[in-house]
């Protein structure tokens, strides 16, 4: 991967961790945590951070340290938990990513509409952890910015 950061962020169980295993090439399970955790180029945001405005100042700071900011949306989720263009208070190139469009209840269509709301404008990748589906692309498309 060149030179840079990327920052990934979403709610809790949205998938961050377990997407950040994959880019990485790491097969060991992915474990939760309420901090900030540097893997590789990669830094994996806790979900609460996203979740909940208070944190927002941290996510501000984190986000001067990184180049790509991966915003994630859980396809099986019937919300967002990110305002309108939320991705315009952060100073990175956004990435859209749909997580888990293989589960038996994903709607990537309602994703793809909730995400699009908060990083208008900005791609939208489609990714299953568990096939690699989209994993590839989703590499392609932050190598671009780095």
């Known amino acids: 991967m060149k030179k840079g950061k ?52 941290s996510l501000m700071a984190t986000s001067l340290e990184a180049k790509v900011l991966l915003v994630i949306q859980d396809a099986t989720r019937e919300n967002s938990i990110f305002p309108p263009n939320f991705s315009q208070g952060f100073p990175l190139k956004p990435i859209g990513v749909i997580t888990k469009i293989d589960h038996p209840l994903a709607n990537v269509e309602r994703a793809r509409i909730l995400l699009q709301q908060s990083i208008p404008n900005a791609p939208v990748i489609l990714t299953s952890s568990v096939t690699s589906d989209g994993i590839k692309d989703l590499i392609k498309n932050i190598q671009k910015h780095l």
Not at 30 to 50: C, F, H, M, R
């Open 6 to 57: 990327v920052m990934i962020i979403g709610a809790v169980g949205s998938g961050k961790s377990t997407l950040t295993k994959k880019l990485l090439n790491d097969d060991k399970p992915a474990v939760k945590t309420q901090a900030l955790n540097y893997a590789g180029w990669i830094i994996d945001t806790p979900g609460e951070y996203s979740e909940n405005p208070m944190y927002y100042r």
